[in-house]
């Protein structure tokens, strides 16, 4: 048997990824970011009440910056190996956890703009389907992608009415089939507006359930909170190789 020590602070062991979550009334089903069986490892929860849908979508609301701040340390604490966040528009916090803890932050999937912009083509775009498009204007967009060397097309959700009611009204029932079918529209439209689009990134951490679906209609790379949350805890948790030679 191996020896153990106590981790300082520490009430839970064996969590890979901490997810800091905004207080909201919306379903998670298989494919959030909110719902723990869209992992094929430990993940840890931990909500900021203060943080919600209204102050991000909304107001563009940055006073819960040391709240969020907390919630990294104890997930830190807890032993977690990263940190991410359950809306995309927690970029707003993204440097400031980072400078924060001593572990991986990505608090946006967003962050992946620069890595996919490498993979394309010169002259390709990259499109992205949001939640709320106006919101993700240029000023959030830079602390994602400051150094722009690529046109980047944007869709919103916000006026797709099963999405609206589910996610942005918190209405608390989530009809899973026709946001799919919101979803490959608002994507589908978009490229075929901008057809030099060469990938998709579905922002909202409520999407990655429908990134096969779109991905089906449109024959293109579409990435995703659970594509970002992967990567890292794939790189944060190496595995050793075995097998024949």
């Known amino acids: 048997m191996a020896l153990y020590r106590v981790r300082p602070h520490a009430q839970s062991y064996g969590h890979d990824i901490g997810i800091i979550m905004m207080y909201c009334s919306n379903p998670f089903p298989p494919g959030d970011v909110g719902n723990a069986w869209s992992y094929d490892y430990p993940v840890m929860f931990h909500t900021v009440r203060g943080v919600t849908i209204e102050g991000l979508l909304g107001n563009a609301d940055r006073s819960q910056g ?37 572990v991986p932050v990505m608090m ?25 498009a106006q919101r993700l204007d240029d000023q959030l967009l830079n602390r994602a992608y400051p150094h722009r060397d690529r046109t980047v097309r944007i869709a919103g959700m916000q006026d797709q009415a ?18 799919q079918q ?22 909202c951490s409520n999407l990655p359930l429908y990134s096969h679906a779109v991905q089906h209609a449109l024959g293109l790379p579409v ?23």
């Open 223 to 245: 990435f995703d909170f659970m594509t970002m949350i992967d990567f890292v805890r794939s790189a944060c948790v190496r595995k050793a190789y075995s097998g024949g030679y």
């Open 162 to 179: 099963a999405f609206r009611q589910a996610i942005l009204d918190e209405e608390g029932v989530l009809d899973t089939d026709l946001v």
């Open 182 to 203: 919101e979803t490959v529209a608002v994507a589908s439209r978009l490229v075929a507006e901008y057809p030099a689009i060469g990938a998709l990134l579905l922002e």
């Open 108 to 132: 946006s999937s967003l962050l992946q703009l620069p890595f996919i912009a490498s993979l394309l083509a010169q002259g390709q775009e990259i499109g992205i389907v949001c939640a709320n």
């Open 66 to 102: 040391e709240a969020v701040i907390a919630a990294a340390r104890e997930l830190e604490n807890e032993g977690v190996k990263a940190i991410t966040s359950d809306c995309g528009y927690m970029l707003e916090y993204q440097a400031e956890v980072a400078a924060a803890v001593n």
